[in-house]
């Protein structure tokens, strides 16, 4: 019913830059909290950031503020994340996820509907 398609990952230099996006289908993005998470081998999957209804507020982690920026084209029911600056340690599995009905929240648990993820490698 409700499904979310990310896309964009890759193998990049430290340092290098990549843009994600998720596609949403079933439900129009402005009904939800959307946001990022990511989950790198061996560790809890984190979150990265949150865009609000509206389109206009948004959270950052502390880890990705200044370097990561959360974006969405209501028009295209698609929501989008640009990184720059990548370090090694960002290099994890980047999901995509929707909480409908919910207020700015970074609990993975409070957070609905999930992508399948995009595998973004950054390399020293």
């Known amino acids: 019913q409700v499904q979310l398609v990310e896309s964009g990952g890759g193998l990049v230099l430290a340092g290098g830059s990549l843009g994600l996006s998720c596609v949403v289908s079933?439900?129009?993005?402005?009904?939800?909290?959307m946001g990022w998470f990511r989950q790198a081998p061996g560790k809890e999957r984190e979150f990265v950031a949150a865009?609000?209804?509206?389109?206009?507020?948004?959270s950052y982690a502390d880890s990705v503020k200044g370097r990561f920026t959360i974006s969405r084209d209501a028009a295209k029911n698609m929501v989008y994340l640009q990184m720059i600056s990548l370090k090694p340690e960002d290099t994890a599995i980047y999901y995509c996820?929707?909480?409908?009905?919910?207020?700015?929240?970074?609990?993975?648990?409070?957070?609905?509907?999930w992508g399948r993820g995009t595998v973004v490698i950054v390399s020293s």
């Open positions: 079933g439900r129009t993005i402005t009904s939800y909290l």
């Open positions: 865009i609000g209804y509206s389109g206009r507020d948004t």
């Open positions: 996820a929707a909480a409908e009905w919910a207020t700015m929240t970074s609990t993975l648990d409070e957070y609905d509907d």
